[in-house]
């Protein structure tokens, strides 16, 4: 679609069950640049952190949106996907909890990736 592009897409989901569109959403994007051979960085924030989680995507049902697990699966092939250290210690998920591939890193990381050049942040 758009080939490959010196760009870095970093998109940062917010929301989980909680607001299942907006989470929805940035699954969606963050997907669509990878298929589309984009160099993607996905953030899991707040409630979206439970995503990196094991069988937890699996659960998440949303009308007329791509199934999140199968999302989840192709960011994961060809992108990066981080959970927020913060966040994910609120809910007491440590590093051998989350999906192989996920890493857990802080807001430093994030500011380094968002303000790298080439790079676009979006947040949902």
Known sequence: MLGH???????KATAGADAPE????AFTVAATA??????????????????????????????????????LHVILTS??????????ARREIGPDDVLPGVRIAGAAAFVEEALAEGAQALVY
């Open 5 to 11: 592009m010196a760009r870095t897409l970093v998109v």
């Open 34 to 71: 990878v298929a589309a051979g984009v160099d993607v960085s996905l953030w899991l924030t707040g409630e979206s952190t439970w995503f990196a989680v094991p069988g937890r995507a699996q659960q998440f049902e949303l009308p007329h949106s791509a199934p999140l697990a199968e999302l």
């Open 22 to 25: 907006r989470c929805a959403q």
């Open 79 to 88: 992108g990066r996907v981080t959970a927020c250290t913060q966040c994910a």
